[in-house]
């Protein structure tokens, strides 16, 4: 015990025993046992001059920290719909046969922890794990059995990952057998670099910089469409000594992968738009937050940063990589900051947002990664260059990550106002039905709808398309994303709290054919609570996969109380019968 508290006092002392650095010092604390336990909580809170609650709170809010042993060698399942499509409940019942655990368990032996998330960011290699924090892609009931047997023998398991197949486009930067499905390469996002004009944002001025995003007509690309020049407008000119930039890496909505292949093909960019930011809002200082999830990509983004910083283009600007611990609810952008300064990530009530009050309560502003690639090179390339693709109202391009019941999955780059039909027929949809426009938190589409277009005035996305086709169950499909959200609740607020178990309840008995005519205005009912009363983001979107999917696909809603079906279909009027039972009390004996 002596010496355990004196490793954790060594660990905390590392980060300066600053206790906004508190989710860093727990990534630390776990590196030898796997978990904190309520001494290392303790000691940790002693070191930092908090109490032991506000650790052991931190710890349990997020999905990759336990307070308990959780095994040697730590499998985490992939649960998006992409992957149990693609055979995770095989993958999964062979993991447990094999190790005698059922998921949440340990094995005897004390060397497997069997465990679930939410998607890893590998829609494009499904079904696919975390183990030990390395993605493990394309698994087989064959392949998890003989991965286990690898680790039992005590060998690496990079050692391991290295014999499998290599995929076509294999990252070799990150020497793992994945590959980034770099599908529909430019117009403008990865189109030849060579035809770049110099980098001008070594001279260019703030006002220039903020000028030539803003007349780009760039709009953030994590689903608000904010527009870019003008939050950074906004940012500087709210009086303070100190600002902040801060790349939203938390890329959490199931079906999205398009900032793993960003961090790994164009890290150099990525820090560019950081920089250029920092120099528009009069900033020094930069964060990259990375989900947890992407924890493999830490040493690589590691090494590009110092290499950046060495070159220093955009003079005194740093930038530190902080890595997050497994909480969807950081991507919405105050979560994040709470995360930041060493806190659970729950968000902030708005106003003020995050340009006036953000990171220590400083003007902040928060992009996520993509646009801060385009605005690296728009300010290259100049605003005409990006508005010469896309719509007026949506000028630009976009980055979608395509997976599903299609040939080719992976990442597409579309100008805006490219028609949906376009895009399945590029990535080679098999019998599309359901299209899933934007992750759980976006649109549910009919795929015969193919004139809708990319846009941000029609099919607005995050990022994610997800397709499915004629034989897969609708149902389920929207029971994986009502449970998502379930799941994923950071629980703060009552109306998305237990509004989405409620919606997630309804659903069930939709698909289980339990569902009547009055549970249709329940749905819409409790569809506006939970959207109008959350608190954030998470409850404000969660009801649009029933929403939406109404609209979409009414049949499906209308044939599942289709009383000849239901099993507990019974004659009998309830208002009729209160009424009766009403009047005979009131007649006279």
């Given at each position: 015990?002596?010496?355990?508290?004196?490793?954790?006092?060594?660990?905390?002392?590392?980060?300066?025993?600053?206790?906004?650095?508190?989710?860093?010092?727990?990534?630390?604390?776990?590196?030898?046992?796997?978990?904190?336990?309520?001494?290392?909580?303790?000691?940790?809170?002693?070191?930092?001059?908090?109490?032991?609650?506000?650790?052991?709170?931190?710890?349990?809010?997020?999905?990759?920290?336990?307070?308990?042993?959780?095994?040697?060698?730590?499998?985490?399942?992939?649960?998006?719909?992409?992957?149990?499509?693609?055979?995770?409940?095989?993958?999964?019942?062979?993991?447990?046969?094999?190790?005698?655990?059922?998921?949440?368990?340990?094995?005897?032996?004390?060397?497997?922890?069997?465990?679930?998330?939410?998607?890893?960011g590998m829609s494009d290699h499904a079904p696919a794990a975390l183990v030990d924090g390395l993605p493990v892609p394309f698994l087989t009931p064959e392949r998890a059995v003989a991965m286990v047997a690898w680790l039992r023998a005590g060998r690496p398991l990079k050692d391991w990952l290295a014999g499998l197949a290599r995929g076509d486009g294999q990252n070799t930067a990150l020497g793992l057998p994945i590959s980034n499905h770099l599908r529909n390469v430019g117009p403008f996002l990865f189109g030849p670099e060579e035809n770049d004009p110099p980098v001008v944002a070594q001279t260019a001025t703030a006002?220039?910089?903020?000028?030539?995003?803003?007349?780009?007509?760039?709009?953030?690309?994590?689903?608000?469409?904010?527009?870019?020049?003008?939050?950074?407008?906004?940012?500087?000119?709210?009086?303070?000594?100190?600002?902040?930039?801060?790349?939203?890496?938390?890329e959490g909505e199931p079906g999205t992968f398009k900032d793993r292949v960003l961090l790994t093909e164009t890290a150099d960019l990525l820090f560019e738009g950081m920089a250029l930011a920092g120099k528009a809002i009069g900033a020094t200082e930069g964060f990259l937050y990375l989900r947890a999830e992407y924890r493999y990509l830490l040493e690589h983004l590691e090494t590009r940063r110092r290499e950046f910083e060495?070159?220093?283009?955009?003079?005194?600007?740093?930038?530190?990589?902080?890595?997050?611990?497994?909480?969807?609810?950081?991507?919405?952008?105050?979560?994040?900051?709470?995360?930041?300064?060493?806190?659970?990530?729950?968000?902030?009530?708005?106003?003020?947002?995050?340009?006036?009050?953000?990171?220590?309560?400083?003007?902040?502003?928060?992009?996520?990664?993509?646009?801060?690639?385009?605005?690296?090179?728009?300010?290259?390339?100049?605003?005409?260059a990006f508005r010469r693709w896309g719509t007026e109202r949506s000028p630009g391009v976009r980055l979608l990550s395509v997976s599903g019941d299609v040939e080719f999955p992976g990442i597409y780059e579309i100008p805006w106002g490219t028609s949906l039909g376009e895009v399945l027929d590029r990535c080679g949809a098999r019998e599309p039905h359901l299209v899933q426009v934007g992750g759980p938190s976006g649109e549910v589409v009919r795929a015969d709808a193919v004139e809708r277009v990319f846009s941000y005035e029609d099919l607005s996305t995050g990022g994610s398309l997800m397709v499915f086709s004629r034989d897969r169950d609708r149902f389920e499909i929207l029971e994986n994303f009502s449970t998502f959200f379930v799941n994923e609740s950071c629980?703060?607020?009552?109306?998305?709290?237990?509004?989405?178990?409620?919606?997630?309840?309804?659903?069930?008995?939709?698909?289980?054919?339990?569902?009547?005519?009055?549970?249709?205005?329940?749905?819409?009912?409790?569809?506006?609570?939970?959207?109008?009363?959350?608190?954030?983001?998470?409850?404000?979107?969660?009801?649009?996969?029933?929403?939406t999917s109404r609209k979409a696909f009414p049949e499906l809603y209308a044939d599942a109380i289709d009383q000849k079906k239901s099993p507990l279909f019974y004659d009998f009027d309830v208002a009729a019968a209160t009424a009766e039972y009403d009047r005979r009390v009131e007649e006279p004996s």
């Open positions: 015990m002596h010496d355990r508290r004196g490793e954790l006092k060594a660990i905390v002392q590392k980060f300066a025993a600053d206790r906004r650095r508190l989710i860093d010092i727990l990534w630390a604390a776990h590196e030898h046992r796997g978990f904190v336990s309520t001494d290392d909580a303790a000691a940790i809170a002693q070191e930092l001059g908090i109490s032991t609650g506000h650790v052991a709170e931190v710890v349990s809010f997020y999905h990759f920290f336990h307070d308990r042993p959780v095994g040697r060698h730590t499998i985490y399942l992939d649960t998006s719909i992409i992957a149990e499509h693609a055979g995770q409940g095989a993958v999964r019942e062979a993991l447990c046969r094999e190790l005698g655990v059922k998921v949440g368990e340990v094995s005897a032996d004390g060397l497997f922890g069997l465990l679930e998330t939410s998607c890893i006002d220039e910089i903020i000028d030539t995003v803003t007349r780009s007509g760039l709009r953030g690309r994590g689903g608000a469409g904010f527009s870019t020049g003008k939050k950074w407008d906004l940012c500087r000119k709210i009086p303070a000594a100190t600002r902040y930039v801060v790349c939203n890496a938390d060495a070159r220093a283009p955009l003079g005194p600007f740093s930038i530190r990589i902080q890595l997050g611990a497994g909480a969807y609810i950081c991507g919405e952008e105050s979560a994040l900051l709470e995360s930041m300064e060493g806190k659970r990530g729950e968000p902030r009530i708005k106003p003020p947002f995050p340009v006036e009050s953000g990171y220590l309560g400083c003007p902040t502003v928060v992009n996520n990664v993509e646009t801060l690639i385009l605005a690296a090179l728009i300010v290259r390339r100049g605003s005409d629980g703060n607020c009552a109306p998305c709290r237990a509004g989405n178990v409620v919606l997630r309840d309804l659903l069930k008995r939709f698909k289980n054919g339990h569902a009547r005519a009055e549970d249709l205005p329940k749905l819409d009912q409790w569809a506006r609570i939970v959207s109008q009363t959350s608190r954030c983001g998470l409850g404000m979107t969660s009801p649009r996969v029933l929403t």
